[in-house]
């Protein structure tokens, strides 16, 4: 479906008091009907309301009707009380929603109702488009990611309601993620992954060696924001690229994660001992002594990693460094031959991997220097037994986020924010009992769990609506970005339409509902109870302080200060 764009020239009205906008609401699920039970929900059915909600996912799962975006800019001649508008539309296809149920409605089993369900109902899974596919390992399993506190929760509960049809596969730390294999992530039915892994530094460190990234220029202490946003993105399309190479010869693949980091790592000499060459990673001791005269005569060319490194850098090597060079461009020569003849023709199913000897790859472990086993002959033989990929290797049918909301509490939790948005799926769900939805920021920040943009962040400027100011990204820009936000004022009239595209964006993809549990039965019955007299004596006691303070607690809690007896404490 093509783009839609427009503009048009209204007449202007300025407003002496903004008019309040109305406050956004979220629909539930109680006048729609009832999906079946899934198969294999034998012992614990779904109540009526949540099988309510289960059909409500199905159909978004199966919809075919794109959702619009849309773009408004505008111009405001007020003298001439006229007000020019572009407007931009795309529709998106968008499968899932958020399901915003409060707590206790059982949103974990109504999320394994619809996997359960869904190809009974729906049919197959979706096919990924070809290009996809070239870049990526295919899985039918659905990914779960959740905080810490819920990781024993979800295998409770898929026991409990699937019995032993689904295969789980658990990754809840770093140690455990090492033993997982692609054959495990493709043949799983669920994935659940602990929050912590994917904002830990040893997961993106090793998927920026896998993509033939610089490590060294994430920023550190788990923090993200757009520095490290930039990096993934980098990350993120190395990994595609290196994909197709895995999959035809992964000795090969090795060969050249091993050029690209030994590559990274004299740049960072370089630029350590020169101060020449821009780091990301914040560490402004590499960046102190540069001027602008140098930085101009300097210029940084990218060549290819074969040529002149010895020439180019030798004066700030040392001699053990220097040799370890040397070596590698000698094993280059010998196998720059080999490599263009390997693209074309099927190699040998095992090849032995050379490794760098450079000091920096000296230091590091052995898990580190080759996490995925691609040196093994196993491996190389068959890419299904290669160790610990990492998420975004995988096109997956779904992807969950349990309680989406905490990604935005705290800023360690920014990267698996990041994460999350980048992973390929036919399917999109996001839970929380208490969805953030008071403004167009917070409406937006929903809708860009699901891949939906809504538009422009608001900078704050908002002319009678309920934001709660300037968001979190506003942390990262830069004092120009700040500043020209304060120029660029908008219209009442341009946030309100962003208001009520707000509240399209709520009917559409988000639910709350309220568990329908009827009230626990209960009896009254009084018995009477004659009291020992040195019981009865303590009671009389207590009604007497009682009624001399009054029946205060205050007064109660002052007279601690000043009493010497125990009658506070009995």
């Not at 800023?411 to 939805?437: E, F, I, M």
């Not at 988000?510 to 009230?519: S, T």
Request: with cysteine.
């Amino acid at each position: 479906m093509a783009w839609d764009f427009g503009w048009r020239i209204v007449q202007h009205e300025e407003f002496s008091k903004p008019p309040a906008f109305k406050k956004l609401e979220l629909t539930s699920n109680k006048k729609d009907s009832a999906a079946d039970q899934p198969p294999n929900f034998k012992k614990y059915p779904l109540r009526p309301e949540q099988l309510r909600s289960l059909k409500w996912m199905l159909a978004q799962e199966a919809t075919k009707v794109p959702f619009w975006e849309e773009e408004v800019s505008e111009a405001v001649l007020g003298s001439m009380c006229w007000r020019a508008e572009g407007k931009t539309r795309r529709p998106v296809l968008v499968r899932g929603g958020i399901v915003a149920d409060q707590v206790g409605y059982g949103k974990t089993a109504i999320t394994l109702g619809l996997v359960d369900a869904a190809e009974e109902v729906n049919g197959a899974p979706l096919k990924f488009p070809d290009e996809v596919l070239k870049a990526s390992i295919e899985t039918p399993a659905t990914l779960v990611v959740v905080p810490a506190h819920l990781m024993g929760q979800w295998p409770e509960e898929v026991a409990k309601f699937c019995g032993k049809s689904k295969r789980v596969v658990i990754i809840k730390d770093m140690s455990s993620f090492n033993n997982i294999t692609v054959d495990d992530m493709k043949d799983a039915d669920l994935v659940i992954v602990n929050f912590t892994v994917l904002s830990n530094d040893k997961y993106h460190e090793r998927l920026a060696r896998l993509a033939g990234a610089n490590a060294g220029s994430l920023p550190g202490s788990k923090r993200g924001g757009r520095h490290f946003d930039a990096v993934y993105g980098e990350c993120v399309a190395g990994v595609e690229n290196r994909c197709e190479i895995l999959k035809e010869n992964r000795a090969l693949a090795y060969e050249r994660i091993e050029k690209d980091a030994f590559s990274h790592w004299n740049e960072e000499q370089r630029a350590t001992q020169s101060g020449v060459g821009m780091r990301l990673d914040r560490k402004k001791s590499v960046y102190k002594k540069v001027s602008e005269e140098k930085t101009k005569v300097e210029v940084v060319v990218n060549e290819p990693f074969v040529e002149n490194k010895q020439k180019r850098w030798g004066a700030m090597m040392t001699e053990e460094e220097a040799k370890a060079l040397a070596e590698e461009k000698e094993r280059d020569a010998m196998d720059v031959d080999d490599d263009e003849e390997e693209e074309e023709e099927d190699m040998e199913p095992v090849r032995k991997c050379k490794a760098r000897s450079d000091p920096m790859h000296k230091k590091m472990k052995d898990n580190d220097k080759d996490p995925w086993g691609l040196t093994t002959s196993r491996v190389q033989k068959d890419l299904g037994l290669m160790k610990c990929p990492p998420l975004e290797l995988f096109s997956w049918n779904r992807v969950v986020i349990d309680e989406f909301h905490y990604l935005n509490q705290k800023q360690d939790r920014a990267r698996v924010l990041t994460l999350v948005l980048g992973l390929k799926s036919n399917y999109r769900w996001c839970l929380s009992g208490t969805p953030p939805h008071e403004s167009f920021n917070d409406v937006s920040s929903l809708a860009r769990l699901l891949g939906i943009h809504l538009g422009v962040p608001d900078s704050g400027q908002n002319k009678g609506g309920r934001g709660s100011g300037r968001s979190k990204a506003d942390k990262d820009k830069t004092n120009m970005e700040k500043f020209s936000d304060m120029l660029d004022l908008k219209s009442t009239q341009w946030h309100m339409r962003r208001h009520d595209l707000s509240q399209d964006f709520l009917d559409r993809f988000v639910r709350q509902n309220i568990a329908e549990i009827d009230e626990i039965p209960q009896e009254e019955h009084i018995n009477s109870v004659t009291l020992p007299p040195a019981e009865r004596a303590i009671y009389l006691e207590l009604e007497t302080h009682l009624k001399s303070l009054e029946m205060n607690s205050q007064k109660a809690k002052k007279s601690k200060k000043n009493s010497k007896g125990d009658r506070e404490k009995r």
